[in-house]
Nanobody
Framework: QVHLVESGGGLVQAGGSLRLSCAAS????????MGWFRQAPGKEREFVSA????????ANANSVKGRFTISRDNAKNTVYLQMNSLRPEDTAVYYC????????????????????WGQGTQVTVSS
């Protein structure tokens, strides 16, 4: 059974940085694409970033391009989300997701395509 545990969330001032981590277990990590989604109060969960199982392909939502970077360490079964230049609108619960897409470069920006989810970590950006 896939188990994902996020960490690294917290309270930060606008313009600051945070690095989220997601530790995965119960899977062959190198065969899974990893993603980050977020859900702000009163809003639907939305795609933030993803990285293919090979690590060769990454994708970011337009709202975070140039500010957030996703990476993975297959030796540690961990995916990271480096968040810089944070804005109050980045405030949300951030969720890690995992899925073994068919192709090595595969990923998806759609929540419905990801089967395994973590419990989330709160990120709050003050103005």
């Amino acid at each position: 059974q896939v188990h994902l545990v996020e960490s690294g969330g917290g309270l930060v001032q606008a313009g600051g940085s945070l690095r989220l981590s997601c530790a995965a277990s119960g899977l062959t990590f190198s065969t899974y694409a990893m993603g980050w989604f977020r859900q702000a109060p009163g809003k639907e969960r939305e795609f933030v970033s993803a990285i293919s199982r090979s690590g060769s392909t990454t994708a970011n939502a337009n709202s975070v391009k140039g500010r957030f970077t996703i990476s993975r360490d297959n030796a540690k079964n961990t995916v990271y989300l480096q968040m810089n230049s944070l804005r109050p609108e980045d405030t949300a619960v951030y969720y890690c997701a995992a899925q073994n897409f068919l192709y090595p470069s595969g990923y998806s920006a759609y929540e419905r395509d990801w089967r395994s989810w973590g419990q989330g970590t709160q990120v709050t950006v003050s103005s």
